[in-house]
């Protein structure tokens, strides 16, 4: 047996039973490597120690082999990113939405006018060039009268 392969063997001896890494623990090296780079531009003691304070719990969790404890902590960082994540999420997905409306509302430019329900504020496309027409909400059946 080569070095490496009695190493692994020797690391999963070592590490059976033990917590391991969880969502929580990469939170902490996250936390870690921002607090880390943070500490070099702004030459601060005081954020380097609190970088290496997560780097330590990092590590302490992820040799525990107190496997409830660590998953009820996971739990508890669960419950609120989690809420956080969606919101970050839904807002991240309105931006795209809005960059997807604007990118085809650019194509559609020659052939298509888009207009506003006076009403609902839902999005109406209409094609271009038919003079005054009366336009009907699908969402909501308002009739309004614009000129495209």
Partial sequence: MNWFTRFTIWLNRFMAGRHG???FSAALLILYCTLLILSNIFRSGLLMLLATAALIWCIWRMFSRNNERRWKENDWFLSWWTPFWHWLRSFSSRFHSAQDYAAIKAR?????????CPKCKSRLRVPKGKGKIS???????TQFIKRT
Avoid: E, L, N, S
């Fill in 135 to 141: 336009i009907t909400c699908p969402v909501c059946h």
């Fill in 108 to 116: 559609d430019r020659a052939v298509c006018r888009y207009f506003k």
């Fill in 21 to 23: 890494g969880d969502q």
